[in-house]
């Protein structure tokens, strides 16, 4: 039980880097998994989706690799599926992005050269640190105060 709550943890920290990505591209997040007040995305096909957002007229999926799924058999499949997805009506490809933790970073790079070159192009990858960002507040409250 312990063992699924770290998972779901570090999961949620991952989808929420995802999530800050999609915010610095300039996409409004229109749903994501494991958030509180978004609606869960359905799968496309039969692949799980993290989030999907929209910036205007253009649309990204986002969605993040575990160690497991990286080294699984199916990965191509599941990019050239994602990427290849386009808009229903205006037919316009939708950006696909794939948040990779760092230290799978180049493994899944080179993996990438194996996906259809028309669609290489609609893949945006991401770097998950694993890493605490601390922001200054905490550092102002960790330090002891000294006075002289």
Do not use: C
């Amino acid at each position: 039980m312990n063992q699924d709550l770290i998972m779901e943890v570090s999961e949620r920290k991952a989808i929420d880097n995802l999530i800050n990505e999609f915010w610095r591209l300039g996409f409004f997040t229109i749903s994501r998994r494991l958030g509180t007040y978004l609606p869960e995305p359905e799968n496309i096909g039969r692949f799980r989706v993290d989030a999907i957002g929209r910036l205007k007229e253009k649309y990204a999926i986002g969605i993040t690799l575990t160690k497991e799924e990286i080294f699984s058999s199916d990965l191509i499949e599941k990019i050239n599926y994602l990427a290849s997805r386009k808009t229903k009506f205006s037919d316009k490809p939708i950006l696909l992005l794939i948040g990779v933790p760092d230290i799978h970073f180049k493994q899944v790079k080179e993996i990438l050269q194996n996906v259809d070159e028309k669609f290489r192009k609609n893949i945006k990858l991401i770097r998950i640190l694993d890493e605490k960002i601390e922001d200054r507040r905490s550092k102002k409250i960790s330090n002891p105060v000294i006075f002289s």
